[in-house]
């Protein structure tokens, strides 16, 4: 069992930059793939980026890269997303995610936070 909290988002304007975090408790995130999909309203749920078991593979959605990095550090158990050079839509609720396997479909993932918003305004 793994407990994933979110946190970090807030209103933003656009160009600016964020972390977004998310503390694991429970068992050791370097145990597991992990991952951060975004969720705007109305939309669905989609992968943002995602860090495989053993960091081997890493994997960002075309409408991020160059712009977000996810990491994760083992010493905290804790799981980072670095968004820079934000924009208008990017704005959604952000999820962390954690399972055995690297997926891009949610309903793959079987630990999930609460989500926190982050708002960019133009």
Known sequence: Q???VESGGR???AGDS???????SGRTLSSYSVGWFRQAPGR??????????????IQYADSV????????DN???MLHLQMNDLKPEDT???FCAADTYLSEFPERWHYWGQGT???VSS
Request: overall charge positive; hydrophobic content about 45%.
């Open 2 to 4: 793994v407990l994933l």
């Open 11 to 13: 209103v933003v304007q």
């Open 18 to 24: 964020l972390r977004l975090s998310c503390a694991a």
């Open 44 to 57: 669905e749920r989609t992968l943002v980026a995602a860090l495989s078991w053993g960091d081997r593979t």
């Open 65 to 72: 890269k160059g712009r977000f990095t996810i990491s994760r």
């Open 75 to 77: 010493d905290e158990n």
């Open 92 to 94: 959604a609720e952000y």
């Open 117 to 119: 918003q982050v708002t």
